[in-house]
């Protein structure tokens, strides 16, 4: 069955600091992959998406995301963190078996920015 | 253009009981799917509705059933409520049943 592994679960990091969240999915084919982002008290938030073409893909407010196929990873960078961006990052992903485009997430990472 | 909306936001019941959770797609959009997210998890893929049909189902039981009407809008259905069902449900829309999914605040619930 295809599986998206977060292998951070918890990452806290000061302010101006570098961020890279690990994302590793199991799908064999073509895959389309996804980072959601969950603010306090907010409904998921669509970061970013790779479905084909260049391997970065940027995203909102400065995020960007490298598909690297011959890992299997689909990792979130940012260069430098502020404190607006503490939420819980989910990595997400479809193959589009079954005829429709069912994600399948991750366990989510809880990013911890401090002042 | 109005998001994802679902309700009710917050849900009591008892072990037992049935529950209907409502949500309306965004504007344009044909397909909606339902996904359960338990504390501390990432979210999990019940089904998929679209052309008013469940199209794909995940890992869960008899008891979730669904429903899509002809304006796109769904329900989520759930018999038999187990303590185990208290989570966060969480309605996603796509423009069709290959685009990125949009999701709405989500409504939860908890059983007692």
């Known amino acids: 069955a295809q599986s998206v592994s977060q292998h951070n679960h918890h990452v806290i990091l000061s302010e101006a600091a570098s961020l890279e969240l690990g994302c590793n999915y199991s799908?064999?084919?073509?895959?389309?992959l996804f980072w959601y982002v969950q603010y306090p008290g907010q409904h998921l938030q669509l970061l970013l998406k790779?479905?084909?073409?260049?391997?970065l893909v940027k995203g909102i407010k400065g995020f960007e995301a490298e598909f690297i196929k011959s890992k299997f990873s689909f990792n979130l960078r940012k260069p430098s963190v502020q404190w607006s961006v503490t939420a819980e990052y989910f990595c997400a992903g479809t193959d589009f078996t079954g005829g429709g485009n069912k994600l399948t997430f991750g366990t989510g990472t809880q990013l911890k920015v401090e002042l | 253009d109005a998001g994802v909306t679902q309700s009710p936001t917050h849900l009591i019941k008892t072990r037992g009981q049935q529950v209907t959770l409502r949500c309306s797609p965004k504007s344009g959009h044909d397909t909606v799917s339902w996904y359960q997210q338990a504390l501390g998890q990432g979210p999990q893929f019940i089904f998929q509705y679209y052309e008013e049909e469940e199209r794909q189902r995940g890992n869960f039981p008899d008891r979730f059933s669904g429903h899509q009407f002809p304006n796109y809008s769904s329900e989520l259905n759930v018999n038999a409520l187990l303590l185990g069902d208290s989570a966060l449900y969480l309605c996603?829309?796509?423009?069709?049943?290959?685009?990125?999914?949009?999701f709405g605040p989500g409504t939860r619930l908890l059983v007692l």
């Open positions: 790779y479905f084909s073409g260049d391997p």
């Open positions: 799908y064999g084919g073509t895959v389309n």
């Open positions: 996603a829309s796509s423009l069709n049943r290959w685009e990125t999914q949009y």
